[in-house]
């Protein structure tokens, strides 16, 4: 039984050889499929286990943990995403396929691809729309949705019936409709945003420019107008960054893989 410092020899026998480490029987492991996972590294156990217990492959489009249960032979993965927080989650008592979903995510293998593949795992409907593309879509299908006690639905169908607006990803905060060019970007934007006023007006405020007039209309369609006309030359679509990433990943391996299969044996 283990006691939290070092995992259980005979619940996890890869790991004894290795000084109880689990970065270190991934490495083994990958090693020996011919697998390569550049972006392994200790992760922060969970409370009351040490280092030994969990590890993680970071992306630039997020990072897949894996941690091992103590009492038991379970073998948790969770999957997170810049934006998104959890993405989606599994377990699996095998680390060989540990390494398999791992060398996946990195790879770019799309979330739907990876879930057909391996049943248990399990992603949510808004990771699913980012890495087919569709955040944008599905971001303005979850504001549509939201009470109208956290934001004027008559002020948002202004705005999505607008294609200009429509192609941008959308932010509500605070009883505010913002505009981002990308779907996952740093706080402030170029774009006008969208702020109830007092008597059921709008005020259409640029956030990253103080100096420009703030002007307070008293209708949700001239308020996206004067938005509309604020726009930066060539603002839009929005770019699906998390989309892009993860094809980008997944063009880099396939020619890592040609590359592999094309270089001469030596002799």
Sequence with gaps: ????TRPDPVLYPELASENGSLVAALRVISHRLGILLPGLVEAHPRQGLSVRFAAAVKTEFGDIRIDMRPESRDVMLTISMPLIGVAGSGSTTSLKIAVEIAQAWQSGMPLAEMSSNWGFLNFSPKALAHDQGAGVEFEWGV???LSPELIDQKMVE???VTPELRALFPMPAHGSLQFRRRTISA???DIPSIFPAAGGCWTVISLHDPQIPRPTVSSAEEAVRLVVAGLPAGCGPAVEVIHAA?????ESHANDQSERHTKPDRM
Excluded: E, H, V, W
């Design 1 to 4: 039984m283990s006691d939290g």
């Design 143 to 145: 504001i549509r949705k």
């Design 158 to 160: 202004a705005a999505y």
């Design 187 to 189: 706080p402030g934007s």
């Design 246 to 250: 993860r094809r980008k990943a997944r």
